[in-house]
């Protein structure tokens, strides 16, 4: 494949897995915010099983897309279809709801709550029958038991786990939370805005290896990162967005660092579009 | 993943663990016990047990108004309006009473009141959108406009033995108000801990848009808190009729200060995120201590309140430092 020409032509690059239906898909999405574009004509698509690294300059809109994929802002143009079917999502309630789970660029984690606390944030089951639904009371062993076995299974290892509001954790242990959040719910598929920017190279890499083992499930994914090694290291596919447009959509193993660097500054593929 | 590496910074020295403690514990712990030791040292009269219940007996309805407060200020709100509700609460319940009404309609009605009240606010802040300060302050004066107009300047009182019981009976030695607050903690204390109400005050306090990217539908819960304290507001109003037999147009001026500085002395952050129930009742008492030293060390009214003005200041810097420390390195 070649990089370049589905560059130029964003839209016939559309179907690199031919033959199965994307198990999401938004179709010429628009955004504006006041006066700024943030994304212009974007259609990208997601097959099961595949991470997608979603790349660009500061402001290019990745985000933005993110967010309107996760219901948080809804699309002034296009159309967003989940297994084919046109969807309409007016909440990040209901993208959850459909197995869409995020972790977003700044966390969306409460401070104060601890790990558990903040995985069934939301969705916290009842117990004690009649009364414990009344009075709305927290199971709170089963949350912790529960927590307990997600981060077990991620193999993520975070101490004070039990006891300790996640203010107290570092930079990367929250990370960890908010991606077991995402994995522990989503059915459908992951949304992480820069999940390995908080990171060092250990923890960088588990967080890789936990994204891996997710979407060989069958669980695609979408990563935003700026670090190209990590793109290459852990996708399947690689969109860069430029300006709030899509400038590029291949295989990664059909372009290089140095190509997407080029897309990502303009120096490719923006005059086509101009 | 394995992150010890960057959890914890090297030991901390013997002099920074011990203020870490004393920190962590509740911040009044210490000067309350100072201030018990002291007093009883001033005066003989400190550690009479008629003292020790009037104190407790006053302390009564801030802490059943903290209470509510504790949980509205949790969410990131305030209510500056509790004081003047509570006085129209009373304006029209005490009215109703004099009149001959029927005791458990009062009560009713004094709830009811109340939540219906708490709810006006709490649908001004997440309906209209007005910032809490402004939208209670507000209410204050609309509030306390309507009990002068109603009552327009004379008292109402002479209320049914069970009112009164209320406010100045006894169950032993115990007075029947201290039990009515004591209780109202115990039950905030649980709602807090165990409850969905609870966990979503923290939750809206601490991180209001994860709440709502979580799904908890924001404004309900926040209406919720304003009606929860204007129950309550209607609980203390009840005691209060009972403990002055009398409602009158200036009961409560000024309550608002005295129950958000408590709630705050007992280590509720004003800028939310976390509560304690049982803090409202040390930090009331605390205050009712203090109020009581002084007037056994022979200090009036004013210097009561320069005291009063100076306790909540230094709380909430206090505070402040310490909200800063902790969560000052993780932003969101
Ligand atoms: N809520 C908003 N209100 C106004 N403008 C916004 C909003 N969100 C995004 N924008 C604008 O839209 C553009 C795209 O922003 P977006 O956050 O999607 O960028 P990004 O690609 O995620 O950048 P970064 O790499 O810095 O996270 C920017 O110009 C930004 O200023
Ligand atoms: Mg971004």
Redesign the interface.
């Known amino acids: 494949m070649n990089g370049k020409s589905m560059a130029t032509q964003p839209a016939a690059a559309e179907a690199p897995r031919s033959g199965t239906t994307p198990v999401l898909e938004v179709r010429d999405i628009s955004k504006n915010f006041e006066a700024v574009r943030a994304l212009d004509g974007v259609s990208v698509a997601v097959h099961p099983g595949e991470v997608l690294g979603l790349v660009g300059d500061n402001g290019a809109g990745k985000s933005t897309l993110i967010k309107i994929i996760s219901g948080?802002y809804q699309p002034d143009e296009g159309e967003i279809l989940m297994d084919g079917r046109t969807l309409a999502m007016s909440?990040?309630?209901e993208a959850?709801e459909r197995g869409i789970e995020?972790v977003?660029q700044?966390?969306?984690?409460?401070?104060?709550?601890r790990v558990d606390?903040n995985l069934y944030?939301?969705?916290?089951p009842?117990r004690f029958g009649f009364l414990g639904d009344l009075?709305?009371?927290?199971d709170?062993p089963l949350m912790k038991a529960k927590t307990k076995e997600v981060m077990a299974r991620l193999?993520?290892?975070?101490?004070g786990l039990e006891s300790e509001p996640?203010?107290r954790?570092?930079?990367?242990?929250?990370q960890?939370a908010a991606i077991a959040r995402a994995v522990h719910w989503g059915s459908k598929l992951l949304l992480l805005d820069e999940p390995t920017a908080a990171l060092?190279a250990?923890?960088s890499a588990?967080?890789q290896r936990i994204i891996r083992r997710t979407c060989d499930s069958g669980i695609p994914a979408i990563v935003i990162s700026h670090n190209l090694e990590h793109v290459f290291q852990v996708c399947d596919r690689i969109v860069v967005l430029r300006l709030g447009r899509k400038v590029l959509d291949c295989r990664a193993d059909a372009t290089s660092p140095d190509e997407v660097v080029a897309y990502i500054t303009g120096s490719r593929g923006a005059v086509g579009h101009a | 993943m394995s992150t010890e590496t960057v959890a914890r910074p090297a030991e901390p020295s013997l002099h920074i663990r011990v203020w870490r403690l004393i920190e962590r514990s509740n911040i009044l712990t210490i000067p309350l016990i100072v201030l018990i030791i002291v007093m009883s040292l001033l005066s003989d009269r400190f550690f009479t047990e008629v003292n020790i219940y009037n104190i407790l007996r006053a302390t009564s309805i801030y802490i059943i108004i903290g209470v509510g407060q504790a949980f509205v200020m949790t969410s990131r709100n305030i209510d500056l309006s509790v004081g003047s509700m509570m006085a129209l609460v009373m304006a029209l319940v005490g009215t109703y009473l004099f009149n001959g009404g029927a005791i458990w309609i009062a009560i009713l009605m004094a709830l009811a009141v109340g939540l219906g009240l708490g709810l006006v606010n709490g649908l001004l802040v997440t309906i209209l959108g007005v910032p809490a300060l402004l939208a209670t302050l507000g209410m204050l004066v609309t509030y306390r406009g309507l009990v002068n107009e109603y009552l327009y300047g004379t008292t109402v009182s002479r209320f049914p033995e069970f009112i009164t019981y209320l406010g100045q009976g006894t169950v032993g030695p115990v007075p029947v108000p201290v039990i009515i607050a004591l209780s109202v903690a115990a039950i905030g204390s649980l709602l807090y801990h165990f409850t969905r109400m609870g966990r979503y005050a923290v939750a809206i306090g601490g991180n209001e848009e994860a709440a709502t990217l979580a799904g908890i539908n924001v404004r309900l819960w926040k209406t919720i808190f304003f009606g929860f304290q204007g129950l309550l507001v209607g609980l203390g109003a009840l005691v209060f009729l009972g403990r002055l037999d009398a409602a009158h147009p200036t009961v409560g001026v000024g309550l608002e200060l005295h129950v958000i500085g408590g709630v705050v002395l007992g280590g509720t952050l004003l800028f939310g995120g976390k509560g304690t129930m049982w803090g409202v009742v040390l930090g009331m008492v605390l205050i009712a201590v203090l109020n009581n030293g002084l007037i056994l060390a022979g200090a009036g009214f004013f210097i009561q309140q320069v005291f009063l003005g100076i306790l909540l200041v230094l709380a909430v810097a206090a505070q402040t430092a310490r909200h800063r420390r902790e969560m000052g390195s993780s932003g969101g």
């Open positions: 948080v909440t990040p309630h959850r995020t977003y700044h966390l969306a984690l409460v401070n104060q709550l606390g944030l939301g969705r916290e009842n009075f709305q009371i927290l709170t193999h993520i290892r975070i101490p996640v203010h954790m570092s930079g990367g242990q929250r960890a060092g250990e923890q588990e967080v």
